[in-house]
Nanobody, 121 residues
Framework: QVRLVESGGGLVQTGGSLRLSCTAS????????MSWYRQAPGKQRELVAG???????NYADSVKGRFTISRDNAKNTVFLQMNSLKPEDTAVYYC???????????????WGQGTQVTVSS
């Protein structure tokens, strides 16, 4: 069993910053990839930022240059630094931990409970 605990969401004005954290605990082993997703009302959940198996990062086009994903492997924690926030960034942000096979396919997915980010105009 894997548990993901997120924190750091809140209400911020346009142009402000927030830092999200997600700490994983439990039975974590294998090829682990951690990412951040978000889901706005009436929209599908989308990838915001994540790590690849090779340790590189990838970002949604809408957040490039504003958001930065980082991690502390010793603490099984991933962060999302969000700067220059816009109203369209308003969403519930979810931490994801996936276990991949040797070809990179997902064999297990775990999700956090989500944290609300609201950006006022």
């Amino acid at each position: 069993q894997v548990r993901l605990v997120e924190s750091g969401g809140g209400l911020v004005q346009t142009g402000g910053s927030l830092r999200l954290s997600c700490t994983a605990s439990g039975n974590i082993f294998g090829r682990v990839v951690m990412s951040w997703y978000r889901q706005a009302p009436g929209k599908q959940r989308e990838l915001v930022a994540g790590f690849t198996l090779g340790g590189n990062t990838n970002y949604a086009d809408s957040v490039k240059g504003r958001f930065t994903i980082s991690r502390d492997n010793a603490k099984n924690t991933v962060f999302l630094q969000m700067n220059s926030l816009k109203p369209e960034d308003t969403a519930v942000y979810y931490c994801n931990l996936s276990i991949r096979d040797t070809l990179g396919y997902v064999i297990r997915d775990d999700w956090g409970q989500g944290t609300q980010v609201t950006v006022s105009s």
